[in-house]
């Protein structure tokens, strides 16, 4: 499979402040990124799509302005969650796919564990 | 309706034993189906994809495709504690913009 990074891997932070948190693709080009989160208890949830140089595309419900996404690279993605309040906390986890990906196989970073205080 | 759904579980099953995990699907025109493994704390895994009706096996996971019936299953032989985890079913359609939906997730605990 892909070989993905997330950094940091876990973070905490006060409520208010701006959280940024990167992705990596170590041995493939993402063309394309996808961002979840997951909440304790239930299952991933898309946030937004992104292509390299170009503005993401985000799902309904989750407002671009909060959380930005930038994919300057094809190998590195940043999701950076702004003005951050406790519900806010949750898993984000990034999956590119990429020019050497098998077919549409998304394979996963290893996730970043927020926590607002 | 959700598009894609599992019992949650938890599926209790003896080491050894074969546990076996249902998906179904509400989207036709699905091309694509995963199962991840997914500890907790952590990111998932991909175990199988499969793309065409029938069985595909790797190791000791089999995935069970049925498209007529909009259904996908995931058999787990010889089940080791190792294997006790979420297991995510997740279903792609290309022309809805390559984006995997997943399901809610089924618990799956085996015991020595």
């Known amino acids: 499979g892909a070989v993905v990074s997330q950094h940091p891997s876990w973070v905490i932070c006060k409520s208010g402040t701006s959280v940024k948190i990167e992705c990596r693709s170590l041995d493939f080009q993402a063309t394309t990124m996808f961002w979840y989160r997951q909440f304790p208890k239930q299952s991933l949830m898309l946030m937004a799509t992104?292509?390299?140089?170009?503005?993401?595309?985000?799902e309904q419900g989750v407002e671009k302005d909060k959380f930005l996404i930038n994919h300057a690279s094809l190998t590195l993605s940043t999701l950076t969650v702004t003005s951050a309040h406790p519900e806010d906390s949750s898993f984000y986890i990034c999956?590119?796919?990429?020019?050497?990906?098998?077919?549409?196989?998304?394979?996963f970073g290893p996730g970043t564990r927020l926590t607002v205080l | 309706q959700k598009e894609v759904e599992q019992n949650s579980g938890p599926l209790s099953v003896p080491e050894g034993a074969i546990a076996s995990l249902n998906c179904t699907y509400s989207d036709r025109g699905s091309q694509s189906f995963f199962w991840y493994r997914q500890y907790s704390g952590k990111s998932p895994e991909l175990i199988m994809s499969?793309?065409?009706?029938g069985d595909k096996e790797d190791g000791r996971f089999t995935a069970q495709l049925n498209k007529a019936s909009q259904y996908v299953s995931l058999l787990i032989r010889d089940s080791q504690p190792s294997d006790s985890a979420t297991y995510l079913c997740a279903v792609n359609n290309w022309a809805a913009g390559n984006k995997l939906t997943f399901g809610g997730g089924t618990r799956v605990l085996v015991k020595p």
């Open positions: 992104s292509n390299e140089g170009s503005k993401a595309t985000y």
């Open positions: 499969i793309y065409s009706n």
């Open positions: 999956s590119p796919t990429g020019l050497s990906g098998t077919t549409d196989t998304q394979y």
